[in-house]
Structures are given as C-alpha cells and as structure tokens.
C-alpha cells in the first residue's frame, strides 16, 4: 500500500525515538485528525500501545508510526518535521492537502 504520511525529515524521526525511549509500553505515535479551532481541523499525536485494524503503519529508521483511518486521506503525502527553534520545540506538518490556515496556526481547511 502506498503510505499515506512520509517523515522525511530526521529530525522528526529521531525526536518520535527520543519520546518512545523511556516508554516500553509503546509501540509507536499515532497520528491524527480532529475537529477544532477557527478553520475546520488540527493535527492529533498521541502514544499507541496497539495498532488499530484500520490504521496505516509507517515504519522509518525503527520508528513506528500509526495513521488513524479518518486522517489517512487527509495526510496523503504530507511530510512531518520536527522544529527546535529559541521560542519552541514542535512537530510541523508540511500538508500539501491544506487550502488555508486561520491566522494562529492551530487549524487549518482541506
């Protein structure tokens, strides 16, 4: 199956590998989608013990990760980066899906 999210980024993988580290009872982060802010959606992580029937796995350098189904169309082909600037440490989606982002940067519209 083609993989519906590509980190192509290593700091995004070494940082997924870093947060995993000290925590066993994981497999891996999962990645989604969910209904909020001024502009329709926002990106979701959270840690998995368990792959869902329905989630696409993408395995990079070791480390897992798990696309909800209801984010797997919505993610097609998008690149997460992890960025550690002075002012913030954040995961970045660069999603070529996205038609517009409110002006806070926490939503955004397919």
Do not use: H, W
């Not at 070494?14 to 990106?43: A, Q, S, W």
Request: aromatic fraction near 10%; proline fraction near 5%.
């Amino acid at each position: 199956p083609f993989p519906c999210l590509f980190f192509q980024t290593p700091p995004a993988v070494n940082r997924i590998r870093t947060l995993l580290e000290n925590k066993p009872e994981y497999i891996g982060l999962k990645v989604g989608v969910r209904t909020r802010g001024c502009n329709g959606m926002t990106y979701t992580l959270d840690f998995t013990k368990q792959k869902d029937q329905a989630d696409e796995e993408v395995l990079q350098d070791g480390v897992r990760v798990f696309i909800e189904k209801k984010a797997q169309l919505t993610l097609l082909g998008t690149e997460m980066d992890f960025v550690d600037s002075k002012l913030s440490s954040e995961f970045v989606f660069n999603n070529p899906n996205i038609k517009g982002t409110c002006g806070c940067g926490e939503s955004f519209n397919i």
